[in-house]
């Protein structure tokens, strides 16, 4: 039996009012007062489908909540499917697109502004090295500057030869020189 302090306001006091007046039924009456939905707050009553159904996961480039099954993300039009490279030396996690191939190298106009500056201490390095492009069927192709570098491009420790695209996988290791090594990942959220 749940008792309730005299002169607490709310729905409760005004019903025992009612049941005040019934001696008869005495505290009886209170275990049949069940909250009216006027007794709830909004948020209660509020129906849950209001959430969108089907988690919706962050676009990588911009936050904006992508639902699940949409390839493109809504707000900035970028592929859900990217490419992302990651390298211990040097120290770097990018993340690329379909469409214009990444460049790599450490020319700081030509390659993309943070692979030239996470290669500008490099030397092994070109200043235009090489390019990996995302196709829009997936795939991904590396292609060594058709000019050639000074220390050669390599895929899994195999020399490629220069100025020909050769395809890339998820996990492959590719080393701009001998020295720098960057790991690429395809995600396809
Ligand atoms: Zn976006």
Request: charged share 25%.
């Amino acid at each position: 039996m749940v008792t309730e302090e005299p002169g607490v306001p709310g729905p409760r006091h005004v019903d025992r009012g009612l049941a005040d007046d019934d001696a008869l039924l005495g505290d009886e009456d209170e275990e049949e007062y069940a909250p009216t939905p006027q007794d709830w707050p909004e948020e209660v009553l509020r129906p849950r489908t209001q959430v969108p159904p089907g988690p919706a996961r962050p676009c990588w480039r911009c936050a904006f909540p992508v639902p699940s099954g949409t390839s493109v993300c809504p707000e900035c039009l970028e592929s859900a499917r990217h490419l992302r490279l990651v390298g211990t030396r040097p120290q770097l996690d990018i993340r690329h697109g379909e469409g214009p191939p990444l460049r790599l190298g450490r020319h700081p106009v030509w390659a993309r502004p943070e692979v030239a500056t996470a290669l500008r201490c490099e030397e092994d390095v070109s200043r235009c090295h090489a390019t990996i492009r995302l196709a829009p069927d997936g795939t991904l192709w590396l292609t060594e500057n058709p000019a050639g570098t000074s220390n050669g491009t390599y895929v899994n420790n195999e020399r490629i030869p220069q100025g020909t695209r050769v395809p890339l996988h998820d996990g492959d290791v590719i080393g701009l020189g001998r020295r720098v090594a960057l790991t690429v990942l395809l995600t396809d959220p």
